[in-house]
């Protein structure tokens, strides 16, 4: 497996939860960072959330932090994003990229790799 694999979107109401996963390429292991990432129609992709390796340090984009929380699990090559409190403007294809970790300097998309097919969240009543 060359690409993250994206899965756990779906539809939800304002106020609702949704754990999104990613089963991640195996040299993803070792020093990589991963990232969430969102793009919603008609805008750029952003960042959501991005955790580097050894010091499992996270950054969110402003918009969600205190909702949104990564995990990372290495030994099953898996990534997760438990999304809290979801709000409309929350909806997008969610989608998992790496970089080096050596390389990383924050969490905006440029220079990410690996991209998977992504996966749809859509926050509405």
């Known amino acids: 497996q060359e690409q993250f694999v994206e899965s756990g979107g779906g539809l939800v109401q304002p106020g609702g939860s949704l754990r999104l996963s990613c089963a991640a390429p195996e040299f993803t292991s070792g020093f990589f960072a991963i990232g969430w990432f969102r793009q919603a129609p008609g805008k750029e992709r952003e960042g959501v959330s991005c955790m580097r390796s050894q010091d499992g340090s996270v950054d969110y984009v402003d918009s969600t932090k205190g909702r949104f929380t990564m995990s990372r699990d290495n030994a099953k090559n898996m990534a997760f994003l438990q999304m809290n409190n979801l709000k409309p403007e929350d909806t997008a294809t969610y989608y998992c990229?790496?970089?080096?970790?050596?390389?990383?300097?924050?969490?905006?998309?440029?220079?990410?790799?690996?991209w998977g097919q992504g996966t749809q969240v859509t926050v509405s009543s």
């Open positions: 990229a790496t970089r080096p970790t050596a390389d990383y300097n924050g969490c905006s998309p440029i220079h990410w790799g690996y």
